[in-house]
């Protein structure tokens, strides 16, 4: 059996966005508990760029012997497919391993946009122009900001960043006003006002931000965008170094420490199965396909 003697060096986990957000923060809280069971040293690999595609081909290509994994937002896999015209590497090559959280999207505005609902927000889009940042092409961010645009029926301009870090970094200092990232990106700075998370988009309130009303709340029915982070290996690694991982992982995300970690960036363990997170990406892709396509998102190059 290939786990029997496995780890026996460094596992390196290829994140696709730049460090901040839960992209990197969904991994990076199970480093040191991955560590300690595997007794070998687990480091986060940040390679971003082309709506998470740069560092889904550089995984995809990596040898599939367990010593390099994938954490990423489940659109890279799902719906970047329906988004760019060409790809360096097949998402349905990728082995599932284990769902690791799931985080609301939050609709944030710098205070200088002058808005602090829904309704307002949609008002002032239907007057002037807008511009919203998003993670890259095909992100969540991007796909939850078209998402909206129909439901409400007003028209925003996108401008796709590089991943969270660098949009949020930007939407502080007043240079993008409006987002549609996940809540883990922003809430440190929403909970300090230098940002205002306006509405959440989730069925209920986010148990973390009760005062935050949903986006339904302020007028859009059904208006849900809520992204799962998981954990995927390359091709060819074996099924039970996965079994392994997704043991261990699931293990770490009971513990009090690592819900308590999850909870302090709005993100909620969810773990299951390799076959369980298979199923859900199948899922996604089919929900995704038809939403693109509904709302008139041009591919891109």
């Known amino acids: 059996m290939a786990q ?18 839960g992209a990197d923060s969904s991994p990076r809280i199970l480093l040191d508990g991955l560590s300690k069971k595997w007794g070998q040293a687990v480091v986060i690999e940040n390679r971003s760029g082309a709506g998470g595609n740069v560092g889904a081909e550089i995984a995809a290509r990596a040898a599939g012997d367990g010593y390099t994994l994938f954490a990423t937002p489940s659109p890279v896999l799902a719906v970047n497919q329906f988004i760019y015209k060409k790809l360096g590497f097949d998402p349905a090559d990728f082995k599932p391993v284990v769902m690791m959280t799931e985080i609301p999207t939050a609709v944030s505005t710098h205070p200088s946009l002058g808005v602090n609902s829904i309704k307002e927000l949609i008002a002032k889009a239907k007057a002037e122009n807008i511009a919203y940042g998003s993670q890259g092409n095909g992100s969540t961010s991007h796909i939850a900001a078209a998402m909206f645009e129909a439901a409400a029926g007003v028209k925003l301009t996108h401008v796709p960043y590089r991943g969270s ?42 148990p ?34 996965i079994a392994k991982i997704n043991r261990d992982a699931n293990e770490l995300m009971a513990t ?40 008139n998102i041009p591919q891109v190059e």
């Not at 060096?9 to 290829?14: A, E, G, L, M, S």
């Open 256 to 295: 009090d420490d690592v819900k308590k970690r999850y909870a302090g960036i709005g993100a909620i363990p969810v773990g299951d199965t390799p076959k369980a997170m298979g199923n859900f990406i199948e899922s996604e892709r089919k929900l995704w396909s038809s939403v693109i396509k509904a709302a």
């Open 4 to 21: 029997a003697n496995w780890p026996q060096n460094t596992v390196k986990i290829i994140v696709p966005y730049p460090p901040g957000g």
């Open 208 to 241: 973390f931000l009760p005062d935050v009303p949903t986006v339904i709340e302020g007028g859009v029915p059904g208006f849900v965008a809520i992204v799962r982070f998981v954990l995927a290996a390359p091709p060819g690694t074996p099924d039970d170094i």
């Open 165 to 206: 870090g660098p949009l949020v970094n930007d939407h502080v200092g007043g240079h993008i006003k409006l987002t549609f990232d996940n809540l883990a990106s922003g809430i440190a700075q929403h909970e300090s006002g230098k940002l205002k998370f306006i509405a959440i988009a989730s069925e209920k309130r986010s």
